[in-house]
């Protein structure tokens, strides 16, 4: 003791409130699960690009992707969209998990991102009908889907599923967490959220099915808790399983004459469930489709839609209307008019981070974005989800996660201690800022050039690199803006 005494005797002042501090700051607590602890209490979300090969089969880029934000700081990895068939692929260039094969790529991902401590976790995935580009192996076929009803915005069809198919599906998931595991990776999530496969089971407003599978919300959440007694079988109960989950599905929110879909309390039960079946934690999103109003938040790029939208016209019968919508400009404020009714006027936020300085933000970013216009983005897209965890975190005895554009550590910090949630996901700030966690240990409250909830990333993925496409972040330099997304190829496949 008196030796540790006499070393805090030559500490400056400062470093030891630094010090102290840190170790007071929840963020950097670590998160103990059943099966698996974290050294701090921030995910990187799941967020998916066309980084891998056509077929399924992962490449370097990947990898390089995937290290960005172990290096950064966070303290676990939610894969992107990880398909458990071919047919179930939001679109191609997505590593899979389909076949045994696909283990030693997965393995050598897991492997890079543990060498920063930090955790990985393979979201297994299913489009369902909410398949935006089939590729050619699904050119003949219809989404799988509980329903044959064609889905209402972009108007993809589908088949529902029948009872062997439901069994089949269920396999092919508990297969992918045995392979996940076989990597050495961490653990799975299920992404039951954002209008997949599993969405379309728990959706009152998709789910018309007339057997087992539907009707009734235990009837509808059948389908995501055989999955989590599959997974189980599989893997034994020593393996980290969490499952993504939107708690209000809003499904009316762009088609004003669709079913609203699953309420909060409807969720809460499922959330007990969910549970019960043998989770260790839930992840909290929002909506029935992706994207959707609310996820990611922020607002709709409408010059990127009318240029890479057009990936989609093959797609669904809808995607000509919308095409037109994102296109001419006098016709966009009759689509900007559905897609922003949902945000409720006068609604305030449960949480309140620190003001925005003027001195928090890089001068030349300022030219752009003022810190008061960075101020009322944070208010209106921070945490959008965060009072429905809180909510869900009420009715369970495992750790809850929230997502929903986190980027700012006084709001996270407060919406940990509160009890809202036990941790965040972060997936668009981070793209913006890889380094963000970083950031928070070194005091910043906020980034320099902090994500802007453009959406323009969001957008650009159906046929670019994902990457931060805000060219006032670099200050209106596009040949930098280029740089930065291309680091994704670096180093390249071969050298």
């Known amino acids: 003791m008196l030796g540790i005494e006499l070393v805090a005797c030559f500490i400056p002042t400062k470093a030891k409130i630094q010090l102290n501090q840190m170790e007071k700051d929840i963020i950097f607590e670590p998160l103990e699960f059943r099966n698996l602890t974290l050294k701090n209490r921030i995910f990187r979300s799941n967020i998916s690009g066309r980084f891998d090969n056509y077929d399924g089969s992962g490449n370097q880029a990947r990898?390089?992707?995937?290290?960005?934000?172990?290096?950064?700081?966070?303290?676990?990895?939610?894969?992107?969209?990880?398909?458990?068939?071919?047919?179930?692929?939001?679109?191609?260039?997505?590593?899979?998990?389909?076949?045994?094969?696909?283990?030693?790529?997965?393995?050598?991902?897991?492997?890079?991102?543990?060498?920063?401590d930090c955790k990985f976790l393979m979201q297994l995935s299913h489009s369902g009908r909410q398949r935006d580009v089939g590729g050619v192996e699904n050119l003949h076929n219809k989404g799988l889907s509980s329903t044959s009803e064609t889905e209402s915005f972009h108007g993809l069809e589908c088949q529902a599923m029948t009872r062997k198919e439901i069994k089949e599906m269920i396999q092919a998931f508990a297969d992918g967490a045995r392979r996940a595991r076989e990597a050495g990776l961490d653990g799975v999530e299920l992404h039951s959220a954002n209008g997949y496969l599993i969405t379309q089971f728990l959706s009152s407003g998709i789910n018309d099915r007339k057997d087992e599978y539907g009707g009734s919300l235990e009837n509808r959440a059948r389908f995501l808790l055989e999955i989590i007694q599959g997974i189980r079988k599989e893997v034994g109960n020593d393996f980290h399983l969490q499952a993504k989950i939107s708690a209000v599905e809003y499904n009316d929110a762009v088609i004003p004459w669709d079913k609203p879909g699953n309420t909060l309390e409807d969720s809460i039960q499922i959330c007990k469930w969910v549970e019960e079946a043998g989770a260790d934690a839930l992840h909290i999103s929002t909506g029935s489709l992706f994207p959707h109003p609310l996820n990611p938040p922020g607002e709709f790029p409408r010059d990127e839609a009318s240029r890479w939208y057009e990936i989609m016209l093959g797609s669904g019968i809808?995607?000509?209307?919308?095409?037109?919508?994102?296109?001419?400009?006098?016709?966009?404020?009759?689509?900007?008019?559905?897609?922003?009714?949902?945000?409720?006027?006068?609604?305030?936020?449960?949480?309140?981070?620190?003001?925005?300085?003027?001195?928090?933000?890089?001068?030349?970013?300022?030219?752009?974005?003022?810190?008061?216009?960075?101020?009322?983005?944070?208010?209106?897209?921070q945490g959008i989800s965060i009072s429905d965890a809180r909510e869900i975190k009420k009715h369970v005895n495992i750790p809850v996660i929230c997502t929903g554009g986190f980027q700012q550590a006084s709001y996270i910090r407060e919406a940990i201690s509160e009890g809202f949630c036990d941790a965040v996901s972060i997936a668009r700030p981070l793209v913006a800022n890889n380094d963000l966690v970083q950031q928070f240990q070194q005091g910043k409250d906020l980034p320099e050039r902090p994500c802007t909830y453009c959406n323009k990333c969001l957008v650009n993925a159906l046929q670019n690199p994902l990457g931060c496409y805000d060219v006032r972040r670099y200050n209106d330099d596009h040949d930098k803006m280029i740089e930065q997304v291309m680091t994704v190829f670096d180093p390249p496949p071969f050298s």
């Open 318 to 381: 809808y995607t000509f209307r919308n095409y037109l919508l994102f296109r001419y400009r006098f016709l966009f404020p009759i689509f900007l008019f559905l897609w922003n009714r949902v945000y409720r006027k006068g609604s305030t936020q449960p949480i309140i981070g620190k003001d925005v300085q003027d001195k928090a933000l890089d001068d030349s970013f300022r030219e752009f974005v003022s810190s008061q216009t960075m101020q009322e983005l944070l208010d209106k897209y």
């Open 63 to 116: 990898i390089n992707w995937e290290e960005k934000f172990a290096r950064g700081g966070v303290g676990a990895i939610v894969s992107s969209f990880t398909p458990v068939q071919i047919r179930g692929r939001i679109l191609p260039n997505y590593a899979t998990i389909d076949r045994d094969d696909r283990i030693p790529f997965w393995r050598k991902v897991g492997e890079k991102v543990h060498e920063y």
